[in-house]
């Protein structure tokens, strides 16, 4: 099982090299073009980055049917490679039958074509990634992470060699690496044909490309055959899936907005260095290029330690205020190293959440056409802002300060979007820091692989510590809703945070009553589709010789109103004798603060309970009790004492009358 964990690994690294390739190669084309389009004059200076920009990104739009379809019904091994090489044949036939054009807009129209196979490329690498994820039992944010600093070094790279080789003729290239007369005749071979440096150093990226992606393949991948004609026509089908979800359609008009702000304004901040004018000094570009890109390494590696795919969503509003304050720093200052630094940073801190988040939960069969759905929306928003940006500069309007102000503006409108959506992500990211000196909370169990990410699931679960919550919050991999006590939902503070953020259901602190309104709100959090979290014990464990409390009958209501939900049951261990449990005391007395204590959390696979089951109350209780127990095996934790198992801790509070 190693050799094969390994070897996904390996494939996974080849992927990592031919995405990077392809980045490098298509962002070395468009800089060399932006910098022939600027050659054309003053006017054409401050519009160059946005004139060029739709050039390369309108056939990830127009193109997506086509996109998203071979991506989903071909093996994605040979999507990646074809892609590639169709990009290296019209890098190298158009290089050698064009040369360099007096026309700007040849070289625009060269782009484009290369687009058409990178709009095929990039879908396909970024569904790829959750199979890639799977087979080498990775988090799919440190995937996601992994590939985002690589992909965004590589823009960053790609464009620092665009502007450096762009004047470089072939003797000049001889004479700066020494070769002499004779000494690289394949150079001069080239240098015979007219082919600009950096167009050769392009198709030569896409070659390594090419070959990087031969044993790209990953066990875990889904494909979808199709005919042709109904392969473009499932695209269609598959745009209403994926945006008729509401959280699949959150992550990519999210995604799409930020790098639609983070794609134009680098281009504003990258002209207001003055490197695009040929007859100046490209010092300070190459700087701010090079800073942009280790800020996006950082970020993303930074965003891919968070290995739960909803917690990790809590990022994207510190990274979009963080956004705003790099588009704010550049306005104000003469130096951008610091606010380009910043903007990668960002960037990275963003995407790979979204990004990830998106492929997880788009079904496994479509993910060809939801990664070409993603990238439509995304290039479709850029197109437009920099075509909006690019008729304004060009009609004098707006010069570069004033688009950093208009993106800045729109940097604000997102930071509160997002701190209105994600409030809640973004809280637990922060406790999340906090509580991570204090506890070690790790997941175990088959639960945690097959957990449902979509649709209505019911988690059932010991209760030994106020922080039981939150241990169970760490390892479930989705939001959420809890049933919690008056005694605490009463509380001023915490009665805020459990109606506005985490939404809780108020379960009245009274031995007996006559209705029970809490049941129904529950059933309802399951109709609409939530996770609902339940102590089935109604009251923290106070004993230690009494590992488990009787299951009250609450739980049996609810799944005798939803007998389809799936259950799954879970064991907290090392919860008891923390400082919030009642071992020794009640919470807070008689024991030391924790620091550093391991809270182990074990999951039973996902299950539906037989009807008959559920026709007896009391089988029901004894049932999930039974499993509750069970699930202490995936810790390797010895069985309980006979005098703790189920029967007799019914029969002994069923005489006690609790």
């Known amino acids: 099982m190693e050799n094969a964990v390994l070897s996904v690994r390996g494939r996974l690294a080849c992927l990592w090299l031919s995405q990077v390739a392809r980045v490098l190669a298509d962002n070395c084309l468009r800089m060399f073009v932006v910098l022939e389009v600027a050659r054309a004059g003053q006017q054409q200076h401050a519009a160059a980055w946005h004139q060029v920009t739709p050039f390369f990104i309108l056939p990830f739009v127009l193109l997506a049917p086509v996109n998203g379809s071979l991506s989903n019904a071909l093996p994605k091994r040979w999507v990646l490679v074809g892609s590639s090489a169709f990009c290296l044949g019209v890098t190298v036939l158009f290089g050698l039958g064009v040369g360099t054009p007096a026309d700007p807009w040849l070289w625009c129209a060269a782009v484009g074509l290369v687009a058409v196979g990178a709009a095929v490329y990039s879908p396909t690498r970024y569904a790829l990634l959750p199979a890639a994820a799977q087979d080498g039992r990775l988090p799919l944010s440190r995937v996601n992470g992994l590939i985002e600093m690589g992909g965004a070094g590589a823009v960053v790279l790609g464009l620092v060699l665009g502007l450096y080789f762009h004047d470089w003729s072939w003797p000049m290239a001889a004479e700066q690496l020494g070769w002499r007369s004779g000494s690289a005749p394949w150079a001069e071979a080239l240098g015979g044909t007219g082919l600009p440096v950096a167009v050769a150093l392009a198709a030569g990226l896409n070659l390594v490309a090419v070959l990087a992606a031969l044993p790209v393949h990953f066990r875990s991948d889904v494909r979808r055959a199709e005919p042709a004609g109904r392969a473009v026509a499932g695209f269609f089908r598959d745009c209403a899936r994926v945006l008729g979800d509401r959280e699949a359609r959150a992550s990519v008009l999210g995604l799409a907005c930020f790098l639609g702000l983070v794609t134009v304004g680098s281009g504003a901040v990258f002209t207001s260095t003055g490197g695009l004018r040929t007859d100046a000094d490209r010092a300070g570009l190459v700087t701010s290029m090079v800073v942009v890109g280790i800020g996006v390494a950082l970020g993303s590696f930074l965003s891919g330690l968070q290995a739960h795919l909803r917690r990790a969503l809590g990022q994207v509003p510190f990274g ?214 339940v102590f089935p014990e109604g009251a923290m464990r106070k004993r230690a010789d009494q590992p488990l409390r009787r299951f009250g009958q609450g739980v049996w209501h609810i799944l005798r109103e939803r007998p389809t939900t799936p259950v799954v049951v879970c064991w907290i261990e090392g919860a008891w004798g923390s400082y919030f449990s009642y071992a020794n005391g009640p919470p807070t007395q008689n024991k030391r603060l924790d620091w550093w204590r391991a809270i182990d959390v074990a999951l039973n696979e996902p299950q539906v309970l037989d009807p008959a089951l559920l026709a007896d109350q009391r089988a029901t209780r004894a049932h999930l009790m039974q499993l509750c127990l069970d699930a202490r095996r995936h810790l390797g934790l010895e069985p309980l004492p006979e005098s703790s198992s189920v029967e007799p801790v019914m029969a002994a509070e069923e005489r006690e009358g609790t």
């Open 320 to 533: 979009v205020v963080g956004l705003l304050l790099a588009l704010g720093w550049a306005l104000l200052s003469t130096d951008l190293t610091w606010p380009c630094l910043m903007l990668g940073v960002m960037g990275g801190l963003v995407t790979v959440p979204l990004r990830a988040n998106y492929q997880a939960i788009v079904p496994a069969d479509a993910r060809g056409n939801a990664m070409a759905v993603m990238n439509t929306i995304y290039y479709g928003l850029t197109s437009s802002l920099a075509g909006v940006m690019f008729g304004l500069t060009r009609s004098g309007i707006l010069g570069v300060r004033g688009q950093l102000i208009v993106l800045a503006g729109l940097a604000a409108v997102g930071a509160a979007v997002a701190w209105r959506v994600l409030f809640r992500e973004s809280y637990e990211q922060v406790l999340e820091v906090v509580l991570w000196p204090i506890y070690r909370i790790r997941g175990h169990g088959p639960g945690l692989e097959r957990f449902p990410i979509r649709g209505p699931v019911l988690v059932v679960a010991n209760h030994s510590s106020w922080f039981d919550p939150a241990f169970l919050g760490k390892v479930l991999p989705r939001r959420f809703t809890a049933m919690m006590t008056s005694a605490f939902y009463d509380l001023p503070v915490l009665r805020w945070m459990a109606q506005r953020v985490y939404r809780a259901i108020r379960v009245e602190a009274s031995a007996y009553r006559r209705e029970a309104p809490e049941l129904r709100l529950a059933i309802a959090a399951l109709d609409r589709g939530d996770c609902l979290v």
